[in-house]
């Protein structure tokens, strides 16, 4: 009994931090490490309009083990540009289609489409600078060293200070360059920019003769690991390619979503409405368990957060169907085991052994398959499969820890004779 209070506690409390994030007006939430979160639900391109862009970069001439960082590299840049064109909330992510590693980056309410895909396409130009002239016309120059020049870029600890630093290193007509700018820039700054950024300008403490050398300052972690990455981005050149273009008519957005709330209203009335005239109060408690369900996939798709595209709504009402479908299993395994005379008690809890394997069996095949869609898939098909992937792993729990815990809370009280008798 101690059991079961703490987990219709735990259920409740759940279902209130759910319904409290799926809160239009609920404020942003900063989760510290985990980052920031607005809390709100993100339309895909096919509900707000826009442009849909997919890259691929091609690998070839980059050694295996720094295809990774090449690729995080790449998506810096390409987010660095995005952000200079001042797009509102692009989505700009790592993909893989296969083996081939792929950029997705989303647009919504972009104009000037030929005008962003130009300066996407465009691969990472690193350049360092010293400064020339005097007074009011002292201004950065180029040296002639680039990212082609560069080896590599690397994350160090600095074993005095305890500082993490970028230790960098050149090829061999690199390490002449540098030498002479070293010789020509010492306790003077040197400029390191990629494409028209500036991201650091290190002042230089002593000559580097050998073509390597380390970036200090107060550095955190990620300050660190961010500009080794952005150098590396430089330093190997990716070039991408645009494989898929989609332009999204911002006037499907609205309509699409208004016969998308219909839809998804209407069928979970109607699966109410069968639930409840069938089953009568287990019925009754199915919906409340598929009520906590809908709230707790809302909320994580506001924290993770997913986009919602049509296609990902069509999965969150499919994986609602699977949610309702488990409940069936139940009920009827329920029904069986109080016909051969079994108490109320010991029928949900055989019904629901007796059911699991059947539930687990059908929901991991349907994982198995979501899984598939995301690592191939893209765009749409993926959306679909990631909220159809959430949707199945709450219904594995509302089905089997809350409409379990609700059915076993009506035993012994006045609710269990008409459970008894309908079900």
């Known amino acids: 009994m101690k059991r079961l209070s703490i987990t219709t506690i735990l259920i409740l409390v759940l279902a209130f931090l759910a319904f409290w994030v799926d809160r239009p007006s609920v404020k942003p939430l900063d989760l510290g490490r985990f980052g920031y979160r607005d809390l709100k639900i993100h339309q895909g391109l096919d509900l707000k309009g826009g442009v849909h862009l997919v890259y691929e970069g091609d690998f070839s001439k980059i050694e295996a083990k720094d295809h990774e960082k090449a690729h995080q590299g790449v998506l810096n840049a390409i987010e660095r540009r995005i952000n200079a064109l001042g797009v ?5 992510q790592k993909g893989q289609i296969g ?5 997705v980056v989303e647009l919504p309410g972009i104009t000037e489409i030929e005008e962003a895909i130009k300066m996407i396409g465009q691969t990472a130009q690193l350049t360092f600078l010293e400064q020339k002239g005097e007074g009011e016309k002292m201004g950065w120059v180029e040296t002639g060293l680039t990212g082609a020049h560069l080896k590599r870029a690397d994350v160090q600890m600095n074993p005095q200070s305890g500082q993490p630093e970028v230790a960098i290193e050149f090829n ?7 030498k002479e700018i070293t010789q020509r820039n010492l306790q003077k700054p040197v400029a390191i920019k990629l494409d028209q950024d500036i ?11 050998e073509g390597k050398g380390v970036i200090t300052g107060q550095f955190s972690i990620t300050e660190a690991k961010n500009l080794a990455i952005n150098l590396t981005s430089g330093a190997l050149p990716v070039p991408v390619k645009l494989i898929e273009q989609r332009n999204i008519s911002a006037t499907l957005g609205p309509e699409s979503i208004k016969k998308s709330l219909v839809a998804a209203l209407l069928g979970v009335f109607l699966v109410a409405l069968f639930m409840i005239s069938f089953y009568r109060m287990p019925g009754v408690l199915a919906v409340l368990a598929l009520a906590i369900y809908s709230g707790i996939v809302l909320a994580l798709f506001k924290l993770i957060p997913v986009t919602l595209t049509l296609a990902g709504i069509a999965g969150f009402i499919l994986s609602i169907g699977m949610a309702v479908d488990a409940n069936i299993l139940i009920f009827e395994r329920m029904k069986e085991e109080l016909r051969t005379g079994k108490t109320l008690g010991a029928a949900i809890e055989e ?12 929901n991991i095949s349907s994982l198995i398959t979501c899984l598939i869609l995301i690592w191939l898939g893209s765009g749409l098909v993926r959306g679909f499969a990631v909220t159809l992937a959430l949707g199945i792993l ?3 729990f509302t089905a089997v820890i809350v409409t379990r815990t609700f059915l076993r809370l009506a035993v012994g009280t006045r609710l269990e004779k008409s459970i008894r008798f309908k079900i």
Do not use: H, N, Y
């Open 88 to 92: 509102a909330e692009p989505t700009i």
């Open 99 to 103: 083996d081939k590693k792929t950029i």
């Open 172 to 178: 061999a007509e690199g390490a002449k360059l540098f």
């Open 199 to 209: 991201i650091s300008a290190p002042t230089v403490q002593s000559v580097i003769e």
């Open 351 to 362: 019904g629901f052994k007796r059911a699991w394997s059947s539930i687990r069996d059908s």
């Open 394 to 396: 709450v219904s594995m």
